[in-house]
T-cell receptor, first 114, second 112 residues
Framework: DAGVIQSPRHEVTEMGQEVTLRCKPI?????LFWYRQTMMRGLELLIY????????DSGMPEDRFSAKMPNASFSTLKIQPSEPRDSAVYFC????????????FGPGTRLTVT | GQNIDQPTEMTATEGAIVQINCTYQ??????LFWYQQHAGEAPTFLSY????GLEEKGRFSSFLSRSKGYSYLLLKELQMKDSASYLC?????????????FGTGTLLAVQP
């Protein structure tokens, strides 16, 4: 399996612009997670889906962030409008259903908002 | 509330043994995970504990005490490639959810 795929790997944009991050989970996985990682706050869960349905979005910072999962093989995280404080590495992860299954992380998207 | 504490940084010598501690306070407990993250890369799974005791996997072992809200990761025969950040994560919610709460990580530097 190719693992979790994320694109783009790097994104540099100006404040106020819309940013869309993309993720393809491992085939057959039931769960998909979006995380944000910064030096100050570490790895934070933003939102996760089970069978394409959003289950917990309590970690989404504000209304500027939105996430969708239109099918089992694709998800997007959108920031509109972007701000410099959104600069971070955004990881997507996927997992099988069940207590014992670990999450597999994608390579991440490094976002810089100037 | 949810709280996971780890030391920020540690230094150890190649060939030695190092223990990285993690304490947690969560609203529930359904298992504890350790992940390794090299600089600029994604976290990768190392170990999982749900019952008290020691789980050994090659040079790495992980211990859990649920009554104390405590875990440690033990790395033996340290190699330079073990220099990385080690993340403790707790599956704190009940049911079948796979939601993990991560600590901020311990940056381990292995010196020759």
């Amino acid at each position: 399996d190719a693992g979790v795929i994320q694109s783009p790997r790097h994104e540099v944009t100006e404040m106020g612009q819309e940013v869309t991050l993309r993720c393809k989970p491992i085939s057959g996985h039931d769960y998909l997670f979006w995380y944000r990682q910064t030096m100050m706050r570490g790895l934070e869960l933003l939102i996760y889906f089970n069978n394409n349905v959003p289950i917990d979005d309590s970690g989404m910072p504000e209304d500027r962030f939105s996430a969708k999962m239109p099918n089992a093989s694709f998800s997007t995280l959108k920031i509109q409008p972007s701000e410099p404080r959104d600069s971070a590495v955004y990881f997507c992860a996927s997992s099988l259903l069940g207590q014992f299954y670990e999450q597999y992380f994608g390579p991440g998207t490094r976002l810089t908002v100037t | 509330g949810q709280n996971i504490d780890q030391p920020t940084e540690m230094t150890a010598t190649e060939g030695a043994i190092v223990q990285i501690n993690c304490t947690y306070q969560t609203s529930g407990f359904n298992g504890l995970f350790w992940y390794q993250q090299h600089a600029g890369e994604a976290p990768t799974f190392l170990s999982y504990n749900v019952l008290d005791g020691l789980e050994e996997k090659g040079r790495f072992s992980s211990f859990l005490s649920r009554s104390k809200g405590y875990s440690y990761l033990l790395l033996k025969e340290l190699q330079m490639k073990d220099s990385a950040s080690y993340l403790c994560a707790v599956k704190g919610d009940g049911g079948a959810t796979n939601k993990l709460i991560f600590g901020t990580g311990t940056l381990l530097a292995v010196q020759p």
